[in-house]
């Protein structure tokens, strides 16, 4: 097994560009890429679309795409997946994207945003779903990951999700991007343990990893005062996380990647020597 | 079906009143939602829909504000009498755009219109 690669996000943002200059230059090995943050409303191109194409070519460091908006468990809405399957082949041609992932969510229904994946049922007419998205969108790049999701409710036990991400990657017949992050906050809103989470999931199917950090909710939020863990790619990475990374590791056989994330409006030159000493500590990881 | 499950769940998810108005979506449902499907969203906790609702909203604002230079400045010049706009906005326009420069059109031609 050759060891899997170190790779960043590259976001269109100028000022976090800038503070990760010399971190995309000097230890990025491949580039994640989300085509929507890159597009117009007509999904084409924007401004940014040549700066990020730019930084590749320069680099010549490999590419992968993490899409955000196909909404793979939204049924039907054909018309929307094709215009959208469209701008993705597009992208495929500049990029040459060496794998590409989606959340394993739905960000649309019925004509209607919901402004973030949302979580899905674990039905056959979910797995049914999702499978024929993920069919048609390995038409275009034919090694495709999902990645769990970060979830603030649940919509069945929250403890048989590794099982249904087993299923869904199977009727799918694609990798799972494992998002550390996601799996722990789940494990923290919904009591479960991160050990016992990571034992139920089959490892063979990551293709991907990500790692992050995240922020609590304010317990002013809520008459309860109950404080939820939020995934908002906005703090340091916790330890239960880089904890998690080491255990998993030597385990996932199919591994090519693992990406630090962070948020754009949260890295500057203040924090960036704590963003740095991450990516340090997640090449001792791979290493 | 799968579709009502989720549209159902994106209208309480835009609410200020998202349990409340979950359980009216669900009762109004009839037998667009099936037993299990209805079994689901009723079992969803009151705390963490709220939460979710509360970061669905604010994305919806954030990617309004990122649509239009002039909207930020406003939004930021008077934080108080903006949000209370928006509230108007959320409630009455549907959540339908994807790209920040269609929110913040249809938020200009709401506020224009009121």
Same mark, same amino acid.
């Given at each position: 097994?050759?060891?899997?690669?170190?790779?960043?996000?590259?976001?269109?943002?100028?000022?976090?560009?800038?503070?990760?200059?010399?971190?995309?230059?000097?230890?990025? !090995?491949?580039?994640?890429?989300?085509?929507?943050?890159?597009?117009? =409303?007509?999904?084409?191109?924007?401004?940014?679309?040549?700066?990020?194409?730019?930084?590749?070519?320069?680099?010549?460091?490999?590419?992968?795409?993490?899409?955000?908006?196909?909404?793979?468990? *939204?049924?039907?809405?054909?018309?929307?997946?094709?215009?959208?399957?469209?701008?993705?082949?597009?992208?495929?041609?500049?990029?040459?994207?060496?794998?590409?992932?989606?959340?394993?969510?739905?960000? *649309?229904?019925?004509?209607?945003?919901?402004?973030?994946?949302?979580?899905?049922?674990?039905?056959?007419?979910?797995?049914?779903?999702?499978?024929?998205?993920?069919?048609?969108?390995?038409?275009?790049?034919?090694?495709?990951?999902?990645?769990?999701?970060?979830?603030?409710?649940?919509?069945?036990?929250?403890?048989?999700?590794? #099982?249904?991400?087993?299923?869904?990657?199977?009727?799918?017949?694609?990798?799972?991007?494992?998002?550390?992050?996601?799996?722990?906050?789940?494990?923290?809103?919904?009591?479960?343990?991160?050990?016992?989470?990571?034992?139920?999931?089959?490892?063979?199917?990551?293709? !991907?990893?990500?790692?992050?950090?995240?922020?609590?909710?304010?317990?002013?939020?809520?008459?309860?005062?109950?404080?939820?863990?939020?995934?908002?790619?906005?703090?340091?990475?916790?330890?239960?996380?880089?904890? #998690?990374?080491?255990?998993?590791?030597?385990?996932?056989?199919?591994?090519?990647?693992?990406?630090?994330?962070?948020?754009?409006?949260?890295?500057?030159?203040?924090?960036?020597?704590?963003? =740095?000493?991450?990516?340090?500590?997640?090449?001792?990881?791979?290493? | 079906?799968?579709? !009502?499950?989720?549209?159902?769940?994106?209208?309480?998810?835009?609410?200020?009143?998202?349990? !409340?108005?979950?359980?009216?979506?669900?009762?109004?449902?009839?037998?667009?939602?099936?037993?299990?499907?209805?079994?689901?969203?009723?079992?969803?906790?009151?705390?963490?829909?709220?939460?979710?609702?509360?970061?669905?909203?604010?994305?919806?604002?954030?990617?309004?504000?990122?649509?239009?230079?002039?909207?930020? #400045?406003?939004?930021?010049?008077?934080?108080?009498?903006?949000?209370?706009?928006?509230?108007?906005?959320?409630?009455?326009?549907?959540? *339908?755009?994807?790209?920040?420069?269609?929110?913040?059109?249809?938020?200009?031609?709401?506020?224009?219109?009121?």
């Amino acid at each position: 097994m050759t060891r899997p690669l170190l790779g960043l996000t590259l976001l269109p943002h100028r000022e976090h560009l800038a503070a990760m200059a010399r971190v995309i230059e000097d230890d990025a !090995e491949f580039f994640e890429i989300t085509p929507e943050t890159l597009w117009d =409303e007509h999904l084409e191109p924007s401004a940014a679309h040549a700066t990020i194409l730019d930084i590749v070519e320069r680099s010549g460091r490999p590419v992968v795409g993490h899409g955000i908006n196909l909404s793979p468990g *939204t049924p039907g809405e054909d018309a929307r997946a094709d215009r959208h399957l469209s701008a993705i082949t597009r992208e495929h041609a500049a990029f040459g994207f060496r794998w590409y992932s989606e959340h394993l969510g739905f960000t *649309t229904a019925g004509g209607l945003v919901a402004a973030l994946p949302l979580p899905l049922p674990p039905t056959e007419e979910t797995l049914r779903t999702v499978a024929d998205r993920v069919a048609s969108l390995a038409r275009i790049v034919p090694d495709v990951a999902l990645e769990n999701q970060a979830a603030l409710v649940a919509l069945g036990d929250p403890s048989k999700e590794p #099982a249904f991400l087993n299923d869904v990657c199977a009727a799918a017949r694609c990798g799972l991007l494992l998002d550390l992050h996601n799996a722990y906050t789940n494990c923290r809103n919904f009591g479960l343990q991160l050990d016992d989470w990571l034992a139920a999931l089959d490892l063979s199917r990551v293709m !991907e990893i990500h790692v992050s950090g995240g922020s609590e909710s304010n317990p002013a939020w809520l008459a309860s005062r109950r404080v939820f863990r939020l995934d908002s790619h906005d703090g340091d990475v916790p330890a239960e996380v880089w904890r #998690a990374l080491d255990s998993v590791l030597p385990r996932c056989a199919n591994l090519r990647g693992v990406v630090l994330e962070r948020n754009e409006a949260t890295i500057d030159d203040s924090n960036i020597a704590a963003f =740095e000493s991450e990516v340090r500590h997640l090449r001792a990881a791979l290493c | 079906m799968l579709i !009502e499950f989720e549209r159902i769940l994106v209208l309480a998810l835009h609410d200020e009143r998202p349990a !409340e108005r979950l359980a009216e979506l669900v009762a109004a449902a009839g037998a667009r939602l099936d037993a299990d499907e209805r079994a689901r969203l009723s079992a969803i906790g009151a705390d963490g829909l709220r939460v979710a609702s509360l970061v669905v909203r604010k994305l919806r604002l954030e990617r309004l504000l990122a649509g239009d230079a002039d909207l930020r #400045a406003r939004c930021e010049a008077d934080p108080a009498a903006f949000t209370e706009s928006f509230r108007r906005y959320a409630a009455s326009v549907p959540p *339908t755009f994807d790209f920040p420069a269609e929110e913040a059109r249809a938020f200009r031609a709401f506020v224009g219109a009121g």
